[in-house]
T-cell receptor, first 111, second 117 residues
């Protein structure tokens, strides 16, 4: 059974700061997912990655398979980035497994 | 393309009653998942359908929960009889079926907030 740990649990930063959220997992995976949930909103998939690095706008996700670790970075943070960011992993069984989730990181960006 | 939809958005019932949640996945998505978040905890996997077949139901808490996906389209999750600890947010997600056995992006519904009193 995979254990997914995220840090920090809560993060408050000023607008414009560079943000890093970390995720580690205990067992081999087929993919790692970064998800976003705004207050009162639904869950949106930001990235799915199995190696290397992906970038979308101001968001960057990296993964190190050997170290079982991933990071989500936000450059030039903005108050609209305030949300819960959730790391989740797909098991190595076949790719379509149900996800195992971390507890989430509550991010607040103050203007 | 319509996203994943769930009905109802909220449900308040008394202990012992029955509630049925519905999920309509994105058209053409053969994978359908049910998840649950209990207050203060992380989201947990309940079960996974591939088309109309249950692929994995290892996360279902007990036999008070019954999920169906007749015809491989929409799915229902029935809780009967509901208990206080069943309160939480129930999410549905869907994804394409990959022939290469690799993970696909899961698209989540808005969730159903269930409160059992």
């Amino acid at each position: 059974k995979n254990e997914v740990e995220q840090s920090p649990q809560n993060l408050t930063a000023q607008e414009g700061e560079f943000i890093t959220i970390n995720c580690s997992y205990s067992v081999g995976i087929s993919a790692l997912h970064w998800l976003q949930q705004h207050p009162g909103g639904g869950i949106v998939s930001l990235f799915m990655l199995s190696s290397g690095k992906k970038k979308h706008g101001r968001l960057i996700a990296t993964i190190n398979i050997q170290e079982k670790h991933s990071s989500l970075h936000i450059t030039a943070s903005h108050p609209r980035d305030s949300a819960v960011y959730i790391c989740a992993v797909s098991g190595s069984g076949g790719g379509a497994d149900g996800l195992t989730f971390g507890k989430g990181t509550h991010l607040i960006i103050q203007p | 393309e319509a996203g994943v939809t769930q009905f109802p958005s909220h449900s308040v019932i008394e202990k012992g009653q029955t509630v049925t949640l519905r999920c309509d996945p994105i058209s053409g998505h053969d994978n359908l998942y049910w998840y649950r978040r209990v207050m203060g905890k992380e989201i947990k996997f309940l079960l996974h359908f591939v088309k109309e077949s249950k692929q994995d139901e290892s996360g279902m808490p007990n036999n008070r929960f019954l999920a169906e996906r007749t015809g491989g389209t929409y799915s229902t999750l029935k809780v009967q009889p509901a208990e206080l600890e069943d309160s939480g947010v129930y999410f549905c997600a869907s994804s394409r079926l990959s022939k290469r056995l690799v993970a696909e992006t899961q698209y989540f519904g808005p969730g159903t907030r269930l409160l059992v009193l």
